[in-house]
């Protein structure tokens, strides 16, 4: 798995290869487009994969503390945004847009 693109660019991701396989292996055994969760141990993410067809996974690092059922449905159609977007190059300059648009929504879900 190779990282094309990181927001915050900053953020240190502790993602171990064994998570990584592991997400390959959630994935793999349907090969088509989907989200699945992921919570094991100090592990709290959510992932999209676009399906065997493009290959990419677009994965969603979230706190211990937040629920991953909270994001899902935005998340993927962020995911299927930035898949849009892929042959333009044009995602890596949306990538801080759409994190801002995905915490505002959930700080005002969380508010109702």
């Not at 676009?50 to 059922?69: D, F, K, M």
């Not at 898949?83 to 969380?110: A, I, P, Q």
Request: glycine share 4%; no cysteine.
């Amino acid at each position: 798995m190779i990282k094309e693109a990181q927001y915050p660019e900053d953020k240190e991701l502790n993602l171990s290869e064994k998570t990584l396989l592991h997400l390959l292996n959630l994935h793999g055994f349907s090969k088509e487009p989907g989200l699945i969760s992921l919570n094991i141990k100090d592990i709290n993410l959510i992932t999209y994969y676009s399906g065997s067809e493009l290959g990419y996974y677009i994965v969603l690092v979230l706190s211990l503390l937040e629920n991953a059922e909270d994001f899902e449905e935005k998340f993927e159609i962020i995911a299927l945004n930035i898949l849009k977007n892929l042959n333009k190059n044009k995602y890596n300059e949306m990538l801080s847009d759409l994190f801002k648009n995905l915490s505002f929504n959930h700080d005002t879900n969380k508010n109702n």
